[in-house]
């Protein structure tokens, strides 16, 4: 998509984080949008600072882990909005913990938000996209979605499923002039570090190593605007994200090494 000025750009997550920093990016970029949330709060303040720099937003507050609002969300969309252009996933959840800590609640919750919220919004989506041939999706998934992180199994579950699913729709969806973008990001600055739940494991020893390897969120928000105008398929950033996943692809013996030391080096900083 070479043009994005004019086109209807609808955001998951749009409160905070990478969502709201997208929603920024794309107006600048003169996009209209819809912003999607269960935040209302958090959209208020996003939409204030759309109008600030001159763009206007629709919002929507609904829970995206129930399937009802998400079928009535593109109802309301598609009668007061439109059809989007860019349909960008950008909600979700984070956890950290040993894999026996989690209950199966907490299993649900972060497939439900991570992966089966991003289904479920393609899925009312996607038909007008492919009737109309044209349009680009955008998931953000993580790096954790293209190698795996220890201590962090329901969250690496989700972020693979989500890599897969962005795949697997690119190549299915090329012919109908439908582009596919899977966004695999390090740790960015965003609330989601702060929020992370953590179970049997040190917060402040998580949450501090987050805020360290955290780059900005403005940075990223510009690479996927690269992304959507190339038709990327994937989007990795920063630099070093490459540098790891070209490891694991072409010496996957040396990658599984270096993931059992960061295991061990985790439970030494915990202990």
Same mark, same amino acid.
């Given at each position: 998509?070479?043009?994005?000025?004019?086109?209807?750009?609808?955001?998951?997550?749009?409160?905070?984080?990478?969502?709201?920093?997208?929603?920024?990016?794309?107006?600048?970029?003169?996009a209209e949008l819809a912003l999607v949330d269960i935040d209302a709060e958090g959209l208020d303040r996003?939409?204030?600072?759309?109008?600030? /720099?001159? !763009?206007?937003?629709?919002?929507?507050? &609904? $829970?995206?882990?129930?399937?009802?609002?998400?079928? =009535?969300?593109?109802?309301?969309?598609?009668?007061?909005?439109g059809?989007?252009?860019?349909?960008?996933?950008?909600?979700?959840?984070?956890?950290?913990?040993?894999?026996?800590?989690?209950?199966?609640?907490?299993?649900?919750?972060?497939?439900g938000l991570n992966l089966l919220a991003y289904v479920g919004v393609i899925h009312e989506f996607l038909p007008d996209m492919v009737r109309r041939s044209s349009g680009h999706i955008v998931n953000v998934a993580s790096a954790a979605g293209l190698f795996a992180v220890p201590f962090q199994a329901p969250y690496v579950t989700s972020k693979f499923g989500v890599v897969g699913l962005s795949e697997a729709l690119r190549w299915?969806?090329?012919?109908?002039?439908?582009?596919?973008?899977?966004? /695999?990001? !390090?740790?960015?600055?965003?609330?989601? &570090? $702060?929020?992370?739940?953590?179970?049997?494991?040190? =917060?402040?020893?998580?949450?501090?190593?987050?805020?360290?390897?955290?780059?900005?969120?403005d940075g990223l928000a510009d690479a996927i605007v690269r992304g959507i105008r190339k038709n990327s398929a994937v989007v990795m950033f920063p630099f070093y994200i490459r540098l790891i996943h070209g490891l694991k692809k072409f010496s996957p013996r040396l990658a599984d090494i270096v993931g059992k030391v960061l295991a061990r080096l985790f439970c030494i900083r915990n202990s």
């Amino acid at each position: 998509m070479k043009e994005i000025r004019g086109k209807k750009a609808l955001v998951t997550g749009a409160a905070s984080g990478i969502g709201r920093a997208m929603a920024l990016r794309l107006a600048r970029e003169g996009a209209e949008l819809a912003l999607v949330d269960i935040d209302a709060e958090g959209l208020d303040r996003t939409a204030s600072e759309l109008h600030t /720099c001159g !763009g206007n937003a629709m919002q929507y507050v &609904i $829970d995206l882990q129930d399937p009802a609002q998400i079928t =009535e969300l593109y109802r309301r969309v598609t009668d007061e909005f439109g059809t989007p252009d860019i349909l960008m996933n950008a909600a979700g959840i984070a956890v950290v913990g040993p894999a026996e800590a989690f209950p199966m609640e907490v299993w649900e919750q972060v497939l439900g938000l991570n992966l089966l919220a991003y289904v479920g919004v393609i899925h009312e989506f996607l038909p007008d996209m492919v009737r109309r041939s044209s349009g680009h999706i955008v998931n953000v998934a993580s790096a954790a979605g293209l190698f795996a992180v220890p201590f962090q199994a329901p969250y690496v579950t989700s972020k693979f499923g989500v890599v897969g699913l962005s795949e697997a729709l690119r190549w299915e969806l090329f012919r109908n002039g439908i582009g596919v973008t899977a966004v /695999c990001p !390090g740790a960015i600055e965003t609330p989601i &570090i $702060d929020k992370a739940l953590c179970m049997d494991f040190n =917060e402040e020893m998580v949450k501090g190593a987050g805020h360290t390897l955290a780059v900005s969120v403005d940075g990223l928000a510009d690479a996927i605007v690269r992304g959507i105008r190339k038709n990327s398929a994937v989007v990795m950033f920063p630099f070093y994200i490459r540098l790891i996943h070209g490891l694991k692809k072409f010496s996957p013996r040396l990658a599984d090494i270096v993931g059992k030391v960061l295991a061990r080096l985790f439970c030494i900083r915990n202990s």
